[in-house]
């Protein structure tokens, strides 16, 4: 090695020293669309930002400043690399209502699921490994399979979720070629972004299917308390405790500002997240878990999600109406829960041309494309109704549809909506600026 | 791939499935210890917990509850990947103190500066890469660099802290290997662990080294502000911005519960940072964010930063008088600030050996071995002064030293203390009851 500093660019000095993982690191769809749709008059159906608007603000105010008078050298202190036994605790409980009986040592407190995802991927895939997903499957979670170099297999699925005989096709397919599967990513609870539940009957086999392969299964469960009517579906977690690795968090059921998550781990897995965890952050927000735990202890929280899930059920009803009165020339899912359905487009429109014309139209969604591993998907949309309030719903599709048909128009007189002129971009405020 | 499942064992079923690189993830020794730690009757010299009691209880309270009754929806909200520019304006600010220029736009606000420190490894190093760092160096880091598979090469300092002689020898070496090495990892101010500052004669030498040699500089700076008599040197990057990564941290100047720390990069790497944060963890705690403005808009921060300086200059003269009193036999640094004194043994006596019979005389410490990549530094160990009242510090000490003097007696008689006996090792609590 030379000891001369001519390798960089003069825009990037640092170029050719970035590990191999930084290649694939780019930035997502959906990162650049938060920034559109922070904009006022652009009626957003493309983050995935909860409504918290109803949480109890007085309760939590008083809660704070009583944590912060009676504890606060405590809860402004460093804490468990595994996250504290008390808010461990209650995890346990809290995952009752998914029919999992766990253990608190089989938890680990992470910084959002997010970062139980990123831990998990951590600790298994090496690069080039698979991961069976969905098709389609979460974007953050295709970020951070990215980051970690795996190669990523989709499955499709159907109104009742992952399909068990494609998932079993497919895995022994692998296997005649001697790839290595190292898990099934799954959400199987209102499902971001195809807005479908895993039904309960096709639950043991895929369980079933995964113990035969030897592949773990990694499920994702943010949503599964956010059911418009019903409680949540027995977990995977629940058939086969030491199969799965279980991700929850407060982000949804309370919300994101604490950046409170977790796994639920068999126990030599376990072990390895907390080291993982441990290096990566030290330990998880201490001021996060003590105002938690006391909300969870003090306040009728279940009530509180019950109140979302009304929510949630009149924004997802406005938009179903919303598309079938503006929108006949589409198919989409119906949700019973959560944030999202996915919108298949009418033969030739694509959904990553559409969007800056979209914008213009002041209405904004992710490309399926955002939910594919290999750049397919931009047939479908990922529309989400869990932010703005029913009539703003309404009137985004309304929108959406003037935006459809004028691409409809185009693929008509021209084969394809994928024109190119110079002004079919729009330029994103940075990220910062949301 | 047969898709039977006989690749796990019994305790581990997933045991054939780990990545390469969670073999090299194992428990520090520091993370055992903040176990034993917690021990009402034992005196820990051990961890490095700020002490964080005089913070202002009451108008934090006041200040939470305002934010939750006032912004409450804002405050427990996703955010911005990169971190509020509200927050980032007033990283600048502070890094001022350090003699930083930097721009809003560099800065990238991690969950702890711990998270920086991983995403900057996540970013730069490939399997089998070289990190250059002092001997010894941050064990937090060295957890780290072995997730990352990194290989580290110990560079000594002195007094005046890293010696620009060696490293430049150092580089040169690893050069004429072939070796590719990413970045030099450093704390240039009160050091952890060897409690020395790098003097503001050497800090150009050092940049310029690292520039002439192009590898990157990582700057650690935890403690940079808590100098006990005196406003911080100029940083690294101060001299050469585009040279260095710069690593901030409020858990030492406010406290860690909300886990807020940065990095200040170069543009092109700043970048890389966001897009490694939001696979990660998608975006900072927004709480946290907001209440740490909120305090360093309000509050006199910087008087309450003199306030802990004077207390651990106390704490820090409690310990350096009570070794002078107790344990002439051995030799110490002088720390100008922060947390920590590294201790040399008298000859013979090795650090981790001792430990168990340290802990039955009821005071803990970190043996020097948790602060080297290749299991060195056994002659060493690290006393913090950070949180215990000078009192119990001097008491530690003293206990320290029957031990100490009693492993000379073990030496002199067998001529080493490590002695392997059955009950000489300690059963720790599991880190959840610390």
Redo the contacts between chains.
Sequence with gaps: ?????Q??TR?????D??????NG????EV?SL?AVASRPEVVSLAGG??N??S?P??F???L???I??TQ??K???????????FM?EQIVEVMRYDAIRAH??DVVIT??S??AL?LVT?????PG?VIVAEAPSYV?AL??F???EADVVHVPLDDDGLIPEELDRT??E??AQ??????LYTIPNYHNPAGVTLSEERRPHIVEIC????V?ILEDNPYGLLGFDSDPLPALKSYDP?QTVYLGSF?KM??????IGWAAA????RE?L???Q???????????QMVMSEYLTTYDWYTQVKSFRGEYRARGEAMLEALAEYLPECQWTTPTGGFYTWVTLPPGVDAKAMLPRAVTNLVAYVSGSAFYYDGRGSDHMRLSFCYPPPERIKEGVRRLARTVHGEMELVEMLGTNRIDRPNNTVQFP?????
Tied chains: 1, 2.
């Design positions: 090695m030379s000891s001369t500093n390798r960089g825009l990037d000095p640092w170029l020293l970035y590990a191999d993982r930084a690191m780019r930035a997502s990162r938060f930002m909860p918290i608007d949480l603000l007085d939590l105010a008083d704070s400043a009583k912060m008078r606060g050298p809860a402004l202190q460093y804490g468990s690399g595994q996250g504290e036994i461990r608190p040592d910084t959002g997010q970062q990123d951590e600790i298994f895939i090496n490994d953050g970020s951070v990215r980051a970690y895995l022994t692998l296997a001697n790839r290595q599967v190292k898990f113990k035969r392969h030897h773990l030491d982000s309370f919300g994101p500002g604490y950046r068999p126990h030599a897995v390895k907390v080291l993982a441990e290096a990566a952050v030290l330990c998880p927000s201490m001021w996060g940075a990220p910062d600026q949301v």
